[in-house]
């Protein structure tokens, strides 16, 4: 079995050098406060006026939570859970594919279309998540249909300190994280371990009423993020290396069950940046990525291989000139894949990229202009308009408006069946999306609210279809709209409170078709959170206790809309206690009430196909700093 040979010996070459320079320990503060100003990593800046979240990793009550909890924190975002192993993630009800995920700014969706893992990013590397709402592939590029989801990980600082942080939990539940930051004649270094691992084998409930134990369901993942920080000449340069293995079971679903099957994964990525600003409001920004994937599936039909690689290169240039900021940029993406099950296929994107942000007044309006010239299809043309009125010194209104696509994945054009006849369509064109969303954001002292209405025309959605018994293919057929509202509100009644909550109501419809006017499947209407945070002093320690509630309605399970699937309503709770100056314990308990409603469920001419979910869990963590 192929591993990353120099995996370990990385890990302990920076081992030992993080722990040369770490002689002399200082207090990291960690906090809760929202970020003030963008992190490096962050694409907020590509679409000043568009609706926004960023969901911060400070407290340390969150040290608990993995990174999908950390996620389903955002309204919007619909990332249902499937029980162990990878789920799919999405915006304002579009699909996985047609939500752009990155790292640093880094392109993360696979060209196959396959669901991406957010258990390779363990949550110890992350430091906050950026969620951008709406159809901008004029600022982020092919995929943005729904928005994008930019995860933002650590960067080194100037301080030395080693973090040593251990989780126990229910069904095998174990992570391991050590992270250790330094510098050295202002080169700042980093470096975050992390092992994950889970047995997942929960009892759970089957529709004939016996009650079985999910196997073949664990997961283990060994994760290395080391960056080093520096400035040469006055550029400000990063250089990052993530490495992830990872080996885990694949039990299939319920009606479809692979007790034996088993996937590992490689994956690196290593990404430069540097920037550069000068005198005459003028600046230059570089950066290239690497991005490598290989799986292996060990299956009882046969094993199978595939390896993807994106290599990807940016250079962007910025021109300050007092009320309006002038930019281009010139994007290149090349896409290698290599796969037993689709064959070998390569495509490259070159993109240019016109914005301009002007700010006066009481205004502030944006506009971003895209040209992709992509390998295997048309040429494209997309845009993205924004305003944001500073009405008053609490009150803004913001609009946007902007167009998108989505090429068809490799899985689309070239994907094998076992057990049916998959036939091709090369006339397989792009889905495409016009998106326009308006509303209004108040802050008043210790209190918060925004709302805004929403609205997605998609056209030439790909859908499977069947053109013969035991025949499949994929053509442009679908129309489909989505129109909603997001909500969201906080207060701070007083310095040891803090309440916050968010709704978002999604009608994702058909718009032509047989079902025309039917709710898509799978798509759930409305999600509902609360959070209250607690900040107590309890005989002098320090607390941090969290109370969590989310609503998940539930959603069609066929495109007739006949089967629907039961709500759910997960309470969580959680608390941290400072012991001591360098030293924190925590515990945490999920799905109190015990709720198992599945978030999986798919009716189908060949049978109904579920993903089980595990009821309530506990997991217990000891943090140290040195």
């Not at 790292?103 to 196959?112: E, F």
């Not at 409603?597 to 309530?616: A, D, I, Q, S």
Request: proline content about 4%.
């Amino acid at each position: 079995m192929n591993r990353f040979l120099s995996f370990r010996f990385i890990v302990f070459l920076c081992i030992f050098v993080i722990m040369a320079f770490s002689a002399r320990a200082e207090e990291i503060i960690v906090t809760a406060t929202p970020i003030k100003e963008p992190s490096k990593g962050s694409v907020l800046d590509k679409s000043p006026t568009s609706f926004k979240e960023v969901i911060s990793t400070g407290g340390r009550a969150y040290g608990l939570t993995d990174t999908t909890d950390l996620l389903k924190k955002a309204s919007s975002v619909d990332l249902p859970y499937y029980g162990g192993g990878m789920s799919p993630v999405s915006l304002r009800g579009s699909g996985y594919q047609e939500t752009l995920v990155l790292v640093d700014g880094m392109r993360l969706n696979p060209v196959t279309g396959d669901m991406l893992d957010l258990t390779l990013i363990p949550v110890s590397e992350i430091d906050s998540i950026e969620v951008i709402k709406g159809s901008d592939t004029a600022s982020f590029g092919e995929a943005a249909m729904g928005g994008v989801i930019n995860i933002v990980t650590k960067n080194p600082t100037m301080e030395r300190g080693l973090n040593v942080t251990s989780t126990q939990g229910s069904y095998g539940y174990g992570l391991y994280s050590l992270d250790m930051n330094t510098f050295f004649n202002e080169v700042g270094f980093m470096l975050d371990l992390t092992r994950y691992q889970y047995k997942g084998d929960f009892m759970y409930d089957r529709d004939d009423g016996t009650r079985v134990r999910r196997l073949n369901n664990d997961s283990q993942v060994n994760s290395m993020l080391a960056k080093v920080a520096f400035n040469l000449d006055d550029w400000d340069t990063m250089l990052s290396l993530d490495l992830v293995d990872q080996e885990k079971g694949a039990p299939g679903v319920e009606g479809w069950l692979t007790p034996f099957d088993q996937k590992d994964v490689e994956q690196g990525r290593l990404h430069l940046s540097t920037k550069r600003s000068f005198d005459n409001g003028l600046s230059l920004g570089i950066k290239a990525g690497r991005l490598y994937h290989r799986e292996t599936w060990e299956r009882s039909i046969g094993d199978t291989r595939s390896r993807t690689v994106n290599n990807e290169l940016d250079a962007d240039l910025g021109l300050d000139l007092g009320i309006v900021d002038l930019g281009a940029e010139l994007y290149w993406l090349r896409e290698d894949l290599s796969s037993d099950d689709y064959g070998i296929h390569r495509r490259n994107t070159a993109s240019c990229i016109l914005r301009a942000v002007l700010k006066r007044g009481i205004w502030e309006v944006s506009l971003s202009g895209r040209y992709d010239r992509p390998s295997g299809f048309d040429d494209r043309w997309t845009y993205h308009s924004g305003v944001r009125m500073h009405l008053s010194k609490h009150l803004d209104m913001k609009a946007n408006v902007g167009t998108a696509y989505h090429e068809p994945t490799m899985g689309q054009l070239y994907a094998p069946s076992s057990y049916f006849i998959f036939i091709q369509n090369p006339s397989l064109g792009p889905e495409k999306s016009f998106s326009w969303d308006m509303g209004p954001e108040i802050k008043y002292g210790k209190v918060g609210l925004g709302a805004d209405y929403f609205f997605t025309r998609y056209k030439d959605m790909i859908k499977m279809d069947y053109p013969g018994p035991g025949e499949f293919t994929y053509v442009n057929l679908a129309k489909t709209r989505s129109r909603g509202i997001e909500a969201y509100a906080w207060v701070r009644p007083v310095e040891m409170v803090k309440i916050s909550a968010n709704y978002t109501n999604n009608n994702f419809r058909y718009g032509s078709g047989e079902y025309e006017s039917k709710r898509l499947k799978q798509r759930p209407s409305q999600i509902a959170n609360v959070l209250l945070d607690l900040y107590p002093r309890i005989y002098a320690h320090e607390v941090d206790v969290t109370l969590a509630y989310q609503f998940r309605e539930g959603f069609y399970t066929n495109e007739a809309n006949t089967e629907k699937t039961g709500n759910r309503n997960l309470f969580d709770a959680g608390f941290t206690v400072k012991l001591s100056r360098d030293a924190f314990v925590s515990f945490k308990v999920r799905n109190i009430f015990d709720d198992t409603h599945t978030e999986y469920r798919n009716t189908t001419p060949w049978g109904n196909y579920w993903f089980p979910v595990p009821g309530r869990t506990y997991r217990f963590s000891m943090h140290l700093k040195f």
